[in-house]
């Protein structure tokens, strides 16, 4: 009945005959004034779960957005289809937002859109009090967490809306948040154990690559040459850095311009209004670029150079190929890259975190498991079949059956109860005399040994292919204990089978790329003392970016 209800609002204001895997399944939760949080891609429909409750249920649907420069669109299109929706924030008049809180007290809105900041400043809960509301639909939720990589401070006082209404559920919705940071989402927000609908992030039409950072703008110039008139974006780490490359690509016969946030607004707007209309070609961009645009055949993105996290670097990728037609993504890493971010990381508050999420942006960069693998494990969808679609599978490194080695290594974490890091657990695998793991009575449990045949350096790049591809997932909230995937269960009671590469084979592909380069410049930076370091920070952007030192 409800799902008749919900099919034929669908189709009487928006035209369509169906609903997207999970639309429906999150409207009836929301019938049944059930809370949940909602990840799905951009793009993927994520509206729709609180729209089409409020033109069906009775009371209003108040909409929290940080997004205030995109609320006016979205109000002007629901009217423009017969949906009475309004909002209220900072950039109205006092008339204006009369008009609409009138509006809402005399219960004529589907739809109330309102500014973190609107909703939590002064008299506001009292004055929604008046009317009933059906739903709190949190958009953009990521924000409220500080794992997250687009944490606002104003977004963590939304805390107090589930304690002030407590009967009307609320729906956080993302695009973009890891396990970690789904649960702090749901346990700022007060709903700890709120149904979590995850849709799937994969998009098969976009091929991953990435190469060593050598001459990339070689290498830029050359994957430009085989892509005439194809749309796309270079994303660079620095302003300079930007209209350095843009520089180049026009030297180069292409069209291009740079894009960052310390453009004047008016250049900024062109820039992208230009993009979108196909005046413009390729856009050399800081990260500033791209939020909220919405440009379908977008065919290619370059990373110049690492991302911070994997979440960065998948919503970055992800503007490419929306109109679902194939599109190519090349990353370039350099391990200097890597020492270069985590430098400037190191002094941010909660950098311990950004730090391990920097890690795994570059154990991604040096895998050579199926990328999309570690991509969609990262996001916690267990995915166990290699794509096809990206560098790895392309050219496959040798591998082999390391099921019996896997399930050494998952059998350990299990007996050691989920609750220490992986040198502990591999530490307990080579049978180590560490005094503390005796006194923990961890050379009494069964795995104790299992593994001293493994040198303690293979055993960490066994653990890292094993968290890539899904089988162990590393817990930063909880001291970066590994811990079992449902993936993991299947090995060690079902039989499944795990395919590792082999040592020697990393151990060639690592010379191969410098290897040598890279311990030298890990032990040079170890001895240095604060201020070498810094100077040495400010030597390697110089160098890396072409800014000139200082
Ligand atoms: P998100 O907020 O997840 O990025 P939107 O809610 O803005 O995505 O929706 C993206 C597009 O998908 C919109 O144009 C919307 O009309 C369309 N859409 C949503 N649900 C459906 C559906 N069931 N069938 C067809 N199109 C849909
Ligand atoms: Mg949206
Ligand atoms: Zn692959």
Redesign the pocket.
Known sequence: MTQELAKSA?KKY?G?????PL?LKIIEGVFRGEDGIVL?????????CFQIPAVTMTGTVVVVSPLISLMKDQVDGLRAVGIRAAYLNSSQTGTESLAVETAYESGELHLLYVSPEKLLSQGFFTFLKRRKICLFAI?EAHCISAWGHDFRPEYTRLKGLKTAFPETPVLA?T?TADRLTRKDMAEQLGIPSAEQHISSFNRPNLSLAVRPGLKRREQIINFLRERPNEAGIVYCLSRKQTEKMADNLRAAGYNAEAYHAGLPAARRAEVQSDFINDKTLIVCATIAFGMGIDKSNVRWVIHYTLPKNLENYYQEIGRAGRDGAKADTLLFYSYNDYLTLKDMISGNPNSELQVAKLDRMKEYAESMACRRRILLNYFSEDHAEDCGNCDVCANPPERFDGTILAQKALSAVARLKESVGAGMAIDVLRGSARADLRSRGYDQVKTYGAGRDISAFDWNQYFNQLISLGYLYVAHEDYNKVKLTPAARRVLFEKETVELVKMTTIKKRREAAGAKTRKFAETKRENMSLFDKLRQVRKDLAREFGIPPY
């Open positions: 669908l928006f369509y005959d169906d609903f997207r639309q799905m891609p951009t793009g993927g429909g994520k509206s729709m958009d919705l695009a």
